[in-house]
C-alpha cells in the first residue's frame, strides 16, 4: 500500500519493515515507526495531523519519488537492456 499512496501523493506512516522501509524514506516522503510500536504510531500521527508543514513536505515527495522509482518505462528499459545482454552473451557462446 505504500507505492499506491505515494502514488496519489500521501504521506505514509508504515513500520520499519524490509519492502516498505525500500519505498517510505523516513522524513522524506512518509514516517518509519518500529514494528509494534503504538507509542510511534500515535506520535506519527499526531504528527502529520497537527504539523501542515511536515505533511505538505511529505506529500509533496511522496508522488515524486514514486514515479522517479517505479515509473513503468524504466522499469521496461531495464528489462529490454538485461535481456539484449543476455542475447549478446548467449550469441557469444554458440
Avoid at 55 to 80: G, P, Q, T, V
Wanted: net charge negative; proline share 3%; charged share 30%.
Amino acid at each position: 500500500m505504500p507505492i499506491q499512496a505515494g502514488a496519489l501523493g500521501l504521506p505514509v506512516i508504515t513500520t520499519d519493515i524490509n519492502g516498505c522501509n525500500e519505498i517510505i524514506e523516513d522524513k522524506r516522503n512518509g514516517l518509519l515507526i518500529p514494528v509494534k510500536d503504538t507509542d510511534a504510531l500515535y506520535s506519527a500521527m499526531y504528527k502529520i495531523k497537527n504539523d501542515e508543514e511536515l505533511k505538505e513536505h511529505l506529500a509533496s515527495n511522496a508522488r515524486y519519488m514514486i514515479e522517479s522509482r517505479y515509473d513503468k518505462h524504466k522499469i521496461w528499459d531495464e528489462l529490454f537492456a538485461e535481456y539484449n545482454k543476455l542475447l549478446i552473451h548467449h550469441a557469444h557462446k554458440s
